[in-house]
């Protein structure tokens, strides 16, 4: 019935059409403005146009004719006539066919266009605002329009939302536009701790490791690289991590420099004893996590680089300004010795190099005086001149035989006592020359012949 209506309608305006047209003249150039017009407009355009102008046909019908209301009224019936066949063309027959009812009773739903991007797309973590929708009636114009759904920006997703505008004449019209919400975020890695870290030589390191923050929540971080305590060195710690939807961060990394700051510490004596005429002194060691070389200041004294110190040249206790002739008495020489690590940490010790007396005052036979305690029994010739004065007394039996001959002069007085044989010990001083074989001390110079 709708279908015969419709029909019936095309008909008629088309019948006004040429009544009109019979009447009032309508040139080609309005015709083509007229097609031109309605060929530009959407199928709302088209019913908002039809609706203006049926009302602006009634109007002009109600109100008392005149030669330019009658023009009027044949061009509206000609762009009636044109948007007629516009809409079969787009929408059909049915759906046209219920134009043909009175305005405000139609089945045809408002049109809904959606404002923006659809689908729309969100980062994860930050706020989506939606840019809505809006909706025409053919019959009532504007139409409000409800969205319903939830987007969840917290969560990587797929979420819809819908639209729905409802006429006067409660026809519904729905739309739906997607909104993804993605994660291109990658976590951001922050080192805890120092950057770049110290640690001591030989001593051990614990990493203070790193924390990553991503919009997807907690995120694990992982590190590479070790640092060897044992060695002095720089080394690398590399922290990375990756979210869910697989960004991964920018790989952070952490210095670790291995350093030596402490300096050698010394584990052998200082002060060493050693006899004169001799180079050899000993071996200075200390102890070090590195390598350690040694110097030694003065001139007196070297020192190789693993330690081993001694004399340039060797000492003579004579040679000093006032030796001592008492028991325990030394020559000391003095220095420093230092100790440097591999790191350049130094340390240092005073050495006190003691250089005892060998075989007392006779060895230097350029003095011509010293003591000497012997016992001896033999034969011998003593040559030479007594200079001295023998204050000592023979108290031993002398059981030798003088078969030596006195060559020499005495010049001085003997005021010792000769018993005959002398087993004992000569313990006086003698000046003179003579010849004997005893035990004694003496101080002089002679010569003589004796046993």
Avoid: C
């Avoid at 408002?110 to 053919?138: C, F, H, K, Q, R």
């Amino acid at each position: 019935m709708k279908s015969f209506k419709l029909y019936s309608t095309v008909l008629l305006a088309l019948f006004m059409f040429t009544t009109l047209s019979a009447n009032v003249s309508i040139s080609e150039a309005k015709l083509d403005e007229i097609q031109a017009r309605v060929n530009s407009m959407n199928y709302n355009q088209l019913v908002s146009s039809r609706k203006m102008l049926l009302q602006e046909k009634e109007g002009i019908e109600s109100s008392t004719a005149s030669a330019s209301s009658s023009s009027r009224l044949a061009e509206i019936v000609a762009e009636l006539s044109q948007i007629q066949k516009a809409l079969i063309a787009i929408a059909g027959v049915a759906a046209v066919s219920s134009l043909t009812d009175d305005g405000y009773d139609d089945n045809v739903p408002p049109v809904i266009t959606i404002n923006g991007d659809n689908p729309a797309t969100v980062e994860l973590g930050t706020t989506y605002s939606d840019a809505g929708a809006t909706a025409n009636d053919a019959f009532h114009g504007s139409t409000p329009v409800i969205a319903s759904g939830n987007v969840d920006t917290t969560a990587v997703g797929t979420y819809t939302v819908t639209y729905t505008a409802t006429d006067l004449d409660n026809n519904t019209a729905t739309a739906t536009r997607t909104v993804n919400v993605v994660d291109t975020t990658a976590p951001v890695i922050t080192i805890t701790g120092d950057n770049p870290a110290t640690v001591e030589l030989g001593t051990s390191y614990t990493d203070a490791g790193a924390t990553a923050t991503d919009a997807s929540g907690t995120i694990t971080v992982a590190s590479s690289g070790t640092v060897d305590t044992d060695t002095v060195g720089v080394y690398t710690i590399t922290y990375t991590a990756s979210d869910a939807s697989g960004n991964a961060a920018t790989a952070a990394t952490r210095t670790v420099n291995v350093v030596d700051t402490t300096a050698p510490v010394f584990t052998s004596a200082s002060t060493f004893t050693v006899d004169e005429n001799t180079t050899a002194v000993g071996t200075v060691t200390a102890t070090d996590l590195q390598a350690v070389t040694f110097t030694v200041s003065g001139s007196d004294l070297t020192i190789t680089s693993a330690g081993v110190l001694s004399f340039i040249t060797a000492p003579d206790y004579e040679s000093q300004a006032n030796p001592q002739y008492v028991k325990g008495a030394t020559m000391n020489i003095t220095a420093t010795v230092t100790a440097t690590d591999a790191s350049d940490n130094a340390a240092t010790q005073d050495i006190t190099v003691k250089v005892k007396d060998v075989g007392g005052i006779d060895d230097n036979p350029d003095t011509g005086t010293g003591t000497d305690t012997d016992t001896s029994t033999g034969t011998g010739t003593e040559t030479g001149t007594d200079t001295g004065t023998d204050t000592g007394t023979d108290t031993g039996t002398d059981t030798g035989t003088d078969t030596g001959t006195d060559t020499g002069t005495d010049t001085g007085t003997d005021t010792g006592t000769d018993t005959g044989t002398d087993t004992g010990t000569d313990t006086g001083t003698s000046t003179g020359t003579g010849t004997g074989t005893g035990t004694g001390t003496s101080t002089g110079t002679g010569t003589g012949t004796g046993t």
